[in-house]
């Protein structure tokens, strides 16, 4: 039966909870352990899939088809463990859940109360697959106090109860605020949070510490002695240059003894870091740099592209190269020539997106990667672009456009090149949506296998012609123009087993011009980038190597 690690936050968001859990997986991995890691967010959205970017930050799918939280996205590139359906919950899906099973009798006329209704639909789900790992660490979005938090709380306090002793730990990180006038670190913060979660019933056995300044030992100690926690489960965590140095530091720091020390698991397996230790000597000591240009909508918030920030990162550790990417509001190519903006680039980058708005720029920066030979990657949306902008001024179809865009307009102005997708095969059963369906969860979504075209560029890449890659659309290009782009040298070199969903476009004599209906980025690891992202960032390389 799985060890259970509840990873809590106080004192302020965004501390870095979800890479203190996706580094504590890879420590525990590193010691011989499997892992499962698993979100709990209080917010009342079902899921994350119809919150804007801005909101939220990038909508993680899982191949399971389930759209989830950014930070499973972390779990999966430190773990390398696939993120499943079931790894993540919100107050919105428990609530549904229990609303669901009143309206159908099944709680036999009783009164559905937070407590114990909402807590058991939290701990069933807590208990989901606890045969299968060593360890589950659930974390807890929001920080502790937060009104839509409680059941969670109140939850697994009752979960750790339930349990043989021993069974479950918490982890709680706070913030170490310093301040320069009188210079030191404060610590009643922490003591106020420690203090919230035993009002609740909750005893932290860890505390990770996030401080801008060495947390002296006297401190630690004064902070041990206060939350009743041992000095040695105070862990300091300091700010980090890049975020994969987190399971070395954590380890350092250590995080995973103490972990181990609150399971009584002793003598400990002695770790092996040689992973970790080798993904940091490829982002330390770079041979050279190049510059890709993200061209997309969602410019001003960098979490929403989250995934492709951190695949193009592995594709630079591929290569021993840094990536710098720099993210370019694709609407100024509406206005302005995308050769001003462009110039200086090793490559073009048009990630995937919703809605009309910024579509004209990102189709002439595929114009402007095609006509200038500059290695171009479109990822869902960015390949739908390309498909466009080659259907526009390679086979002549000057008012080629997507359906997407009609609907939102309310009237028909394109030829639809990209079409609305209405049913598609899933395994061995057919799917099928109408318009107006709801617009949560009804895409295409979760991981669909594609055949790739023997003696292909993707082919090559990816060194096999079977792939499966995940999916999260509403539109498709249209197989009938497949001919006549053909024609033009824009060849569909990925389709779906039936032959009726191109899945992937390249040009043909371009040095690297590929459209991708899926996203690669979703399965890219630091210790295992992405073929087609390591394929990427080689071919800027070479482009950085001729200027
Ligand atoms: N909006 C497009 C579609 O629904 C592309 C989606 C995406 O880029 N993820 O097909």
């Known amino acids: 039966m799985a060890r259970y690690v509840f990873i809590t936050g106080g004192v302020v968001s965004s501390l870095g909870k979800g890479l203190a859990s996706a580094a504590l997986g890879a420590l525990l991995q590193a010691r011989g352990f499997s892992v499962r890691l698993r979100k709990l967010d209080p917010y009342l959205n079902v899921d994350p899939g119809t919150m804007s970017p801005f909101e939220h930050g990038e909508v993680f799918v899982t191949d399971d088809g389930a759209e989830t939280d950014l930070d499973l996205g972390h779990y999966e590139r430190f773990t390398g463990v696939s993120a499943r359906k079931t790894d993540s919950v919100s107050s919105g899906r428990i609530y549904s859940n229990v609303l669901e099973k009143e309206r159908k009798g099944a709680y036999l006329g009783k009164t559905i109360q937070v407590i114990p209704h909402v807590t058991n639909e939290i701990k069933d789900f807590l208990a989901v697959g606890e045969d299968e790992v060593d360890f589950q660490l659930c974390e807890i979005g929001g920080t502790v106090g937060d009104i839509e938090g409680l059941p969670f709380?109140?939850?697994?306090?009752?979960?750790?109860?339930?349990?043989?002793?021993?069974?479950?730990?918490?982890?709680?990180?706070?913030?170490?605020?310093?301040?320069?006038?009188?210079?030191?670190?404060?610590?009643?913060?922490?003591?106020?949070?420690?203090?919230?979660?035993?009002?609740?019933?909750?005893?932290?056995?860890?505390?990770?510490?996030?401080?801008?300044?060495?947390?002296?030992?006297?401190?630690?100690?004064?902070?041990?002695?206060?939350?009743?926690?041992?000095?040695?489960?105070v862990i300091p965590a300091y700010d980090l240059s890049t975020i994969y140095e987190a399971p070395l530091a954590y380890h350092r720091a250590g995080l995973d003894r103490a972990v181990l020390d609150a399971f009584q698991i002793s003598p400990a397996p002695r770790p092996d870091m040689s992973r970790w230790e080798d993904v940091m000597d490829r982002i330390t000591?770079?041979?050279?740099?190049?510059?890709?240009?993200?061209?997309?909508?969602?410019?001003?918030?960098?979490?929403?592209?989250?995934?492709?920030?951190?695949?193009?990162?592995?594709?630079?550790?591929?290569?021993?190269?840094?990536?710098?990417?720099?993210?370019?509001?694709?609407?100024?190519?509406?206005?302005?020539?995308?050769?001003?903006?462009?110039?200086?680039?090793?490559?073009?980058?048009?990630?995937?997106?919703?809605?009309?708005?910024?579509?004209?720029?990102?189709?002439?920066?595929?114009?402007?990667?095609?006509?200038?030979?500059?290695?171009?990657?479109?990822?869902?949306?960015?390949?739908?672009?390309?498909?466009?902008?080659?259907?526009?001024?390679?086979?002549?179809?000057?008012?080629?456009?997507?359906?997407?865009?009609?609907?939102e307009a309310g009237k028909k102005r394109f030829t639809p090149v990209v079409y609305h997708l209405k049913e598609w095969v899933q395994g061995t059963h057919k799917v099928e949506r109408k318009v107006s369906d709801d617009k949560g969860g009804t895409m295409r979504l979760g991981a669909y296998s594609a055949h790739l075209t023997e003696g292909s560029r993707v082919a090559e890449i990816y060194g096999t012609t079977r792939i499966e890659e995940r999916h999260r659309h509403r539109y498709e290009v249209d197989m009938k123009w497949r001919?006549?782009?053909?024609?033009?040298?824009?060849?569909?070199?990925?389709?779906?087993?039936?032959?009726?969903?191109?899945?992937?476009?390249?040009?043909?004599?371009?040095?690297?011009?590929?459209?991708?209906?899926?996203?690669?980025?979703?399965?890219?690891?630091?210790?295992?980038?992405?073929?087609?992202?390591?394929?990427?960032?080689?071919?800027?390389?070479?482009?950085?190597?001729?200027?």
């Open 483 to 547: 001919d006549q782009l053909e024609a033009c040298g824009l060849l569909f070199s990925g389709v779906s087993p039936d032959g009726r969903l191109p899945e992937i476009v390249e040009h043909k004599g371009h040095p690297w011009f590929i459209g991708v209906q899926f996203h690669p980025e979703l399965k890219s690891k630091p210790f295992a980038p992405h073929p087609l992202f390591a394929s990427f960032v080689k071919a800027a390389k070479e482009v950085s190597l001729l200027v």
């Open 153 to 233: 709380f109140e939850a697994i306090r009752q979960f750790a109860q339930d349990r043989p002793r021993g069974q479950c730990i918490f982890m709680h990180l706070t913030l170490l605020p310093y301040l320069a006038a009188s210079g030191e670190l404060k610590t009643k913060p922490t003591q106020h949070s420690v203090k919230e979660l035993r009002a609740i019933g909750i005893a932290p056995d860890v505390l990770v510490c996030r401080s801008e300044q060495p947390i002296p030992e006297k401190e630690r100690a004064k902070i041990a002695l206060f939350c009743n926690v041992r000095p040695d489960a």
């Open 285 to 407: 000591r770079p041979e050279g740099e190049v510059r890709v240009a993200i061209v997309g909508k969602y410019v001003q918030l960098e979490d929403a592209y989250k995934s492709i920030a951190e695949a193009l990162t592995h594709g630079g550790m591929a290569n021993r190269v840094k990536v710098r990417a720099e993210w370019i509001d694709a609407e100024i190519f509406e206005t302005e020539d995308p050769g001003a903006h462009l110039q200086g680039f090793h490559a073009i980058l048009v990630p995937g997106g919703f809605g009309e708005r910024g579509t004209e720029g990102k189709i002439r920066a595929a114009q402007f990667a095609r006509e200038r030979g500059i290695p171009y990657l479109g990822i869902c949306l960015g390949m739908q672009m390309a498909v466009i902008e080659a259907a526009r001024n390679l086979a002549g179809i000057a008012d080629a456009g997507s359906e997407e865009f009609d609907h």
